[in-house]
């Protein structure tokens, strides 16, 4: 059902449950997983002249590096990890490359902010549901204790 699978991530701790539902998929499916962190270069346009775009950039680089490694050390040696660093607009550049890589699924963590909260943030989650070419399955992360650790088990038989 899913060949290669897109897996966004923003390197943070509470990101990683998607990177492992992700995970879980791929080796059902035998999928490979295709890890992008898009480094977000408009929302630095309002710094102060002095600071050097060329510091931030690579620092923000770096952090995309390590984020996308991390996907790597969590896959189980049987899952095939490809990784990206990409600059743009994230949702945009996540939809595009969805396209790009023909992936058959985008698997991306999402606060579940509602009302005035995604109102006033945005989500880049909601904005690639709508624009996606693919199907998006987003998993609620944050810092909810009774959360399941894994896949629940009547989710993990709806996909195989």
């Keep these: 059902m899913y060949d290669c699978i897109l897996v966004p991530t923003d390197g943070s701790a509470e990101g990683e449950r998607a990177v492992e539902t992700a995970i879980e998929l791929a080796r059902v499916h035998d999928a490979t997983i295709?890890?992008?962190?898009?480094?977000?270069?408009?929302?630095?346009?309002?710094?102060?002249?002095?600071?050097?775009?060329?510091?931030?950039?690579?620092?923000?680089?770096?952090?995309?590096?390590?984020?996308?490694?991390?996907?790597?050390?969590?896959?189980?040696?049987?899952?095939?990890?490809?990784?990206?660093?990409?600059?743009g607009s994230p949702s945009r550049t996540i939809i595009e490359q969805a396209s790009a890589d023909r992936c058959d699924l985008v698997v991306m963590g999402t606060h579940g902010r509602g009302g005035i909260d995604r109102l006033l943030l945005g989500s880049v989650a909601e904005r690639v549901v709508r624009g996606s070419p693919v199907p998006v399955l987003t998993v609620k992360v944050g810092d909810d204790d009774d959360e399941p650790d894994e896949i629940p088990q009547d989710a993990r038989a709806a996909v195989e």
């Design 34 to 87: 295709r890890a992008v962190y898009v480094v977000n270069a408009a929302s630095y346009g309002g710094l102060p002249m002095e600071t050097t775009w060329d510091g931030i950039s690579d620092a923000l680089r770096e952090e995309g590096e390590a984020a996308v490694r991390r996907v790597e050390e969590i896959a189980p040696p049987d899952v095939v990890v490809e990784t990206a660093v990409l600059e």
